[in-house]
């Protein structure tokens, strides 16, 4: 039978339900109709089926449904009537982006009621993307006892299919993603702080686990016209790129010597790469372009920069969990892993100790929490550890951003923890040390007991500042008193490499000594260096101490600045007494002021 044909059949049909419909008849309870994918998921050049279907239908005896999908993602294939044997339906008719097709039965008492399936529409996955299909109207034909109603159901359901591209095995690392630049990216655009590049469409790759990753190759073009925007800009310093989509992972793959263009115009460059709700700001500092020709025996030019930002699921999420609630602690947040490798000639070297430069990365809590409780922590799948990481929480648009500082990569996550300690009940410092111990930072004696007044070692001194500065650990031989197997060694020895400790002439550390308040005062203001911060003392903070012929030349200028930037205190208006030994409370008071100062916590 022609289409002219089969039009004018189902066009009778719906005159015939028009002409003798008396008025609006409403089943008992309205029908639903709506999308059904076989697969949300498919690769490229692979079929996928969308299924309409009908639930609390009553006496249905012919459709017409109207159908929209992207024809720049899909080809369209076939469609298929699946209510019942028999009838007739209409070649189905394209126009643009919509799909119309139609089916009737024949004959009196040939209805369906119930939930049932009306049509599948086959397509065939042409690129990938996010790519929705919308069930835009149904027209349905009711047949009653003596006449057939007419009624127009805008549906408005939607099936959203994800589209991968194909033959992507390997690991996230993406060896098979072609070096290509995305003609579908948009800008460079001005932004308050640079210029802003969105990606909407990235290619997408599944992983040998499973998830999908959404891949960003930019050629030197692309990122040099942004340098070049920021240069003329005059006194901006952030390329900021944006990827859309919601996939578990995203890699941003960058060519080195672009970078080290931008890094020779602009000292403070930094590259943002934004996804979903996170963010992750590198200073092109962080990258020591002549380190890594070196390791990879390869010029810039051959060198590519890939920066990955990934979910944490499955697996890890259950362990990482796991080791949260036998801690005590609330999640707040899915866990992020960030990790930097460049790639040249086949070979492959992770990039993720930044040396003593900080790389901010910012995750979004939707939900309201308490700051003093709240902490941003660092986990290590290896060893199951959690450990405080520096962060700052602010409030923008209704949301609590979490600022993560630290100089290198890992897993971070943000989790509630309360402390209290009960020898801690009417002591001058108990809110700053119930706050510290909630966020990680500082441990009681036992679980109950914090010991206050107790005097603080060496070691347990520079364990705290290597933990509030998120230092990594690591293994020291400088000092003749201190072996790989001490509990503080790893401290200890990222402390030395920090540059934050001196030993005594005799190659001792002397870990178990008593601190003094002058060597506080020396090892409190080589940490604030450390992170970039500028030192510079008030000569109208710093009050003229009777005992100041006490304190060591070589701590002079330590006290000076850390009293002057309100860390450190006399031991009354006119003493510093820099030869006391410090305790416990004292410790953690001054470790606070250090980092509220450095914006590492609130």
Do not use: C
């Amino acid at each position: 039978m022609s289409r002219k044909a089969n039009h004018l059949i189902f066009a009778a049909v719906l005159l015939f339900a028009v002409w003798f419909n008396p008025g609006p008849a409403l089943a008992e309870s309205s029908p639903v109709y709506s999308l059904a994918l076989d697969n949300g998921q498919v690769t490229v050049g692979s079929e996928v089926k969308v299924t309409v279907t009908a639930e609390h239908a009553v006496n249905l005896y012919g459709y017409e449904v109207v159908l929209e999908y992207e024809p720049d993602k899909l080809d369209y294939v076939r469609t298929v009537n699946i209510m019942g044997d028999g009838g007739l339906s209409i070649t189905p008719i394209l126009q643009g982006n919509r799909i119309t097709f139609a089916h009737t039965n024949i004959g009196k008492d040939s209805v369906n009621s119930g939930n049932f399936n009306l049509s599948t529409f086959t397509f065939k996955s042409k690129s990938s993307g996010n790519s929705p299909l919308i069930l835009r109207s149904v027209k349905a034909v009711n047949q009653h006892d003596d006449y057939l109603d007419y009624q127009l159901w805008n549906s408005g359901s939607q099936a959203d299919l994800l589209i991968i591209n194909n033959g992507s095995s390997g690991s996230s690392s993406g060896n098979a993603t072609p070096d290509i630049g995305n003609p579908t990216a948009d800008g460079p655009s001005k932004s308050s702080d640079g210029v802003h590049i969105i990606n909407s469409s990235p290619l997408l790759e599944q992983t040998s686990d499973g998830s999908i990753i959404s891949k960003w190759s930019l050629d030197a073009t692309a990122l040099n016209q942004a340098v070049d925007q920021l240069i003329a800009s005059g006194n901006q310093s952030k390329i900021e790129l944006e990827i859309k989509g919601n996939t578990q992972a995203v890699q941003v793959q960058l060519p080195a010597d672009s970078l080290a263009y931008a890094l020779s115009k602009i000292s403070e460059s930094v590259i943002s790469i934004k996804f979903d709700t996170v963010s992750y700001d590198l200073p092109l500092k962080a990258l020591n372009m002549a380190d890594l020709t070196r390791a990879l025996n390869s010029d810039a030019k051959d060198i590519k920069i890939k920066i990955s930002i990934q979910k944490v699921e499955g697996v890890a999420a259950a362990q990482l969990d796991s080791k949260i609630k036998e801690a005590g602690y609330q999640l707040l947040t899915n866990a992020i892993e960030f990790n930097i490798t460049a790639e040249a000639n086949g070979n492959s070297l992770s990039v993720n100790d930044f040396g003593s430069t900080y790389v901010p990365r910012t995750l979004i809590l939707h939900d309201s929490v308490n700051v003093n409780t709240a902490a941003a922590v660092i986990y290590d799948p290896s060893t199951g550890e959690i450990n405080f990481v520096p962060a700052l929480f602010t409030e923008s648009n209704g949301t609590l951003q979490v600022t993560i500082q630290r100089t290198g990569n890992s897993i971070y996550t943000v989790v509630k923890s309360s402390k209290t300690f009960l020898d801690m009940e009417g002591h001058w410092a108990k809110a700053d040390v119930e706050q510290l111990a909630s966020k990680l930072l500082i441990k009681g004696i036992s679980d109950t007991r914090f010991a206050p007044q107790n005097q603080i070692t060496r070691a347990e001194f520079a364990i705290l500042l290597v933990r509030g500065l998120g230092l990594t650990a690591s293994d020291t031989s400088k000092f003749v008193d201190i072996q790989s197997s001490d509990w503080f060694a790893p401290a200890v020895g990222a402390a030395v490499k920090a540059g934050l400790i001196d030993g005594y002439e005799d190659s001792t550390f002397r870990p178990n000594a008593n601190i003094t308040r002058e060597q506080m005062a020396v090892m409190i203001t080589r940490a604030i260096a450390l992170t970039g911060k500028k030192l510079d003392a008030d000569p109208a903070r710093t009050p003229s101490f009777v005992d100041a012929s006490s304190i060591s030349g070589w701590a002079k200028d330590a006290v000076a600045r850390s009293v002057s930037m309100g860390i450190m205190n006399g031991v009354t208006d006119s003493t510093f007494a820099p030869n006391d030994n410090a305790t416990r409370a004292q410790a953690a008071v001054m470790l606070k002021r250090s980092l509220q100062l450095l914006q590492f916590m609130n």
